[in-house]
RNA sequence: GGAGAAAUGGCAGAGUGGUCGAAUGCAACAGUCUUGAAAACUGUCGUACCGCGAGGUACCGGGGGUUCGAAUCCCUCUUUCUCCGCCA
């Protein structure tokens, strides 16, 4: 959500740079700088009356002290006239705040100078690219042939047991998956984030704060019964561990991270881009978070991001970075760099991780703030990258890592993790 | 799931209809003293909205109600704790 504040500094300018995310309701700042003017007269004007009703409620019990009750009850009749007119006053003040949020709500966040104009993925920015794309033999196979042959994987038995993009693991297909996670965290814990489990299942607050809700509420489970979401990504219940929080300037930068399983409905989609582990309803992923001061935030976007690449690098695998556009930064992101590794045998760059700063749009929902050294209340910046999601880098390792015999080889930073430097 | 108790400022904890935005203690911050620190002493010390300002308004778990007036009375929801039941 966007600070009010920068709306009612310079509409035009806020108008301008949302033109850049290709948002097309621009009308919504004038809505809702409207609606704040009508909130805050209505304010004005039922403080006044607030004020009044109490001075005389205050008289009333001084006078009943002194026993002058009739001149008490005299008074009595103005102030129950003031209820009414509270009351009245009070109704329009909250319907204008509440339409105002409601409008405000639906503002994108502003992106930052450094995003490219651009409406698809098309035109992202490629800032970098690394490594060579491995050549495959003769009869490689795609990583969804790799994993039947290997018995690594089933996503028959997942449509038995759950439904189509259910992957169920076996052997050394769950185990690399272990390999991977603790791989990931122990870089995490070495880059000085604290581990955390969180909830898998959140409630409507938290998905609101972190942006899911009402933005991308149909790419979420949701559990009627308790009304509880299931997270499509552990960003959301680790952020919302700060939510309504007031730091202290040195509690910051907070840093935490968080594997979990993430549940994503991908209503939508089809096709052979698809196929495999390119897209599934349930996936496991590693994911760093922090809190940090609002003038560091870009600093540590940098820092994530070279701690993202780290663990590409240390993989092996073929990467570039993307900075991406107007049109494909997300809703609540500011700036966002995409990280996708080349799939050797789908010839195809796959996205393995986005790292974004929200700057205040996140904590401005969650009123996640910090009191800096004028002890002035700010709210801090937030950022999270993924670090990595498993199943594409497992597609990505299974067909670039396999060998004429069709064998696989592991990493040498796994193979501690996972017991042996090769599969089959 | 059943029975009972509770929810107040960063923490602890008073406050049962007006003088309460709320005692007191601890913590924190500033100062005095000290070579330095501790102790002691003095002062400051919640958040948000409105207003150029003086100041005003709201908030004692959430929502609603009674009353001229609610932290205090009533209803309701939520959460926590204790006991019982079930259970990885």
Redesign the pocket.
Known sequence: MLELRKLRDDAEAVKAKLAIKNFKDLHLVDDVLKLDEQR?SA??E???L??E??Q???Q??QL?KEGKREEADKI?VR??EL?GLVKEKEESMKTAETQMEAALVLLPNIPHESVPPGTSEEDNKVNKERGEKPVLGEGALPHWEILEKHHLMSLELGVKIAGAGFPVFTGDGARLQRALVAFFLDEANNAGYLEVIPPLLVNEQSAFGTGQLPDKEGQMYHVTNDDLYMIPTAEVPITNIYRGE?LKEDQLPIKMCGHSQCFRREAGSYGAHVRGLNRVHQFEKVEIVQLVHPDKSYEVLNEMAAHVEGLIQKLGLTYRILTLCGGDVSFASALTYDFEVWSAAQERWLEVSSVSNFETFQTNRMKT?F?DENKK?QLVHSLNGSALALPRIIATLLENNQQADGSVTIPAVLVPYFGKDKIG
């Open positions: 805050r304010q004005l039922v403080d006044n607030k004020s009703s109490n005389l409620a205050k009333i019990g009943f009595k102030t129950v209820k007031l703030r009191k209340t």
